[in-house]
């Protein structure tokens, strides 16, 4: 028995050391903290099951098996993701109380770059997420997509040509949250041209609701239509709101009760001003968050 519970206990520890990271690369995969957390459930149960004495090194193996699982995940929820009602957004994810996830080279955790590793395939993205968000050397890679390190190379080559295309040129992280307070600012008032004035030219607001009444089911484009959107909305959105200041995906953002429930609010930004205003609203997709903050007053 001591030794049945000595093993046991080696299994759990082995996997307890590497959670953190296996999350890290299910969440950055998928964009969805549910997702990730079923996907280590399931590596939990197969790490327990498995043959130990054949496994040589135990994070690579639970690496391998939590990519793979992501994949799998990947291409069922793509269908899923069409029939989606409104824009989809990752979830967020709170990064003040779990250091841990957004140690790794943080862009690749940013929501709206999560948002753009959609656009990759699900091989692509796997590579990616390996390489760029925790420097896996190109073999080991190459061992858990089940492709030739050239393979690879050539994967992450064409992600990155991908993103790069897509990304607008990044500002820190003192400066997004002086820009979000500005926005919050413009927004509570209702003051149109200073909104207009934050934002960039092709500015695009998406409220991510899943079919909930109330949140916009389209993206709204353009800056004078974002403005007039938010601007519109104000008297009726803000007042009695009491904004709570977190930190979600390693930026700031905003939670903003209200009577139906709670909103995320961020935004992305480039030194040519906001070109993204991101609404969370789904509260499927806020459940973590509020379990890991432990906030009463969003129930």
């Known amino acids: 028995m001591r030794t049945e519970s000595r093993s046991l206990e080696q299994v759990a520890s082995a996997f307890v050391e590497m959670r953190p990271r296996l999350f890290g690369i299910a969440y950055r995969m998928l964009g969805s903290v549910t997702e990730a957390e079923d996907i280590l459930q399931e590596v939990w149960l197969r790490w327990q099951k498995t043959d130990r004495e054949t496994i040589e090194n135990p994070p690579a193996f639970l690496a391998l098996i939590t990519t793979r699982l992501a994949i799998n995940v990947i291409q069922s929820a793509r269908s899923r993701r069409e029939s989606y009602i409104g824009p989809w957004l990752p979830e967020p994810v709170d990064t003040s109380l779990d250091p841990t996830l957004g140690a790794e080279r943080g862009e690749a955790l940013e929501l709206a770059f999560l948002l753009l590793l959609e656009r990759l395939t699900p091989t692509e993205r796997a590579a990616y997420v390996l390489r760029e968000a925790f420097v896996y050397p190109y073999p080991q890679i190459a061992e858990i ?149 432990g906030e009463p007053w969003l129930r």
């Open 145 to 293: 997509l089940q492709l030739s390190p050239v393979n690879v190379r050539q994967l992450v080559s064409r992600a990155r040509k991908h993103l790069t295309a897509a990304r607008r040129e990044s500002i820190d992280k003192s400066e997004h949250r002086r820009l979000l307070q500005v926005f919050l600012t413009a927004a509570e008032t209702g003051n149109i041209a200073a909104l207009e004035d934050l934002f960039a030219a092709d500015v695009v607001s998406s409220s991510d609701g899943g079919g909930m009444r109330g949140s916009a089911r389209f993206p709204i484009l353009g800056g004078d239509r974002v403005a007039r959107f938010i601007g519109t909305y104000a008297p009726r959105y803000w007042p009695g709101t009491d904004i709570r200041w977190v930190e979600a995906n390693g930026r700031a953002g905003v939670l903003v009760p209200r009577s139906r429930g709670v909103t995320f609010l961020t935004i992305d930004a480039s030194p040519e001003g906001i070109h993204h205003v991101l609404w969370v609203v789904n509260p499927a997709k806020l459940n973590a968050f509020e379990r890991s903050r």
